[in-house]
């Protein structure tokens, strides 16, 4: 079936996207800055919201100390910069934060309870609710966030699109792994993830983020076999 939750989404997050940019352009440096450091603040808060969500602590601190050692061992954050450079080059763009405000807003946008269940939703009953307001929301944030990294943030449309789609398209298939408790673990270990985006984002330390991401996977591997 056609994903069209996940479409309205993409094109929400372009939307948002494109008001930020043209709203970059006419903000001072000090207000680029306390918008910069506010976003730091509600994303500290969106993470922890849904870290507190976890179920299995335990499973959660393996899958993210196992990851940063997959991450480290494949260098996943040099590799995720050259691919985004490389988008940068292909789409022409002078921006310098291009790459991080594609990265950062692409993991804040596909991890989630609402990403998963709505998409599930979508292709199992046909009813893109969940995913419609999560439109909304992503339609709102695109804006302070490209506001702040300029036209990276509009091509976090690419990875929602196919990761949400993907479930959906799927959805028969991927609902009997996503169980409450799996939904709940991935979403703590995500959260996790996202308080280190506002980490990053309040510069109060450099976490390598790309390095942690194969946690997800771990989190799913642990969780089947060990809760």
Not at 53 to 79: H, M, P, Q, Y
Not at 137 to 162: E, H, Q, R
């Amino acid at each position: 079936m056609l994903p069209i939750g996940s479409i309205v989404n993409a094109l929400a997050i372009i939307g948002g996207s494109l008001i930020g940019c043209w709203l970059q352009s006419r903000f001072p440096e000090r207000i680029r800055t306390i918008v910069f450091q506010g976003l730091g603040l509600c994303v500290l808060l969106i993470g922890i919201q849904m870290a507190l969500k976890v179920e299995n602590i335990l499973i959660v601190i393996f899958a993210i100390l196992l990851g940063g050692i997959t991450g480290e061992l494949l260098r996943l954050d040099t590799l995720l910069d050259r691919l985004g450079n490389r988008f940068k080059k292909l789409v022409r763009s002078k921006n310098a934060t291009f790459t991080d405000g594609l990265v950062t807003t692409s993991l804040l946008f596909c991890i989630g309870a609402m990403a998963i269940v709505g998409s599930l939703e979508e292709g199992i009953r046909g009813n893109p609710t969940i995913i419609y307001t999560k439109a909304i929301l992503d339609g709102f944030a695109s804006i302070a966030f490209a506001a702040t990294y300029g036209t990276g943030v509009i091509f976090s449309f690419i990875p929602v699109l196919l990761y949400q789609g993907a479930i959906t398209i799927g959805a028969s298939f991927f609902q009997q792994y996503f169980s409450d408790l799996m939904i709940a673990q991935i979403t703590g270990c995500g959260g996790l993830l996202i308080v280190g985006i506002s980490i990053n984002l309040l510069e109060l330390t450099e976490i390598r983020l790309a390095n942690l991401l194969p946690a997800l996977v771990y989190v799913v591997v642990l969780t089947f076999f060990f809760a």
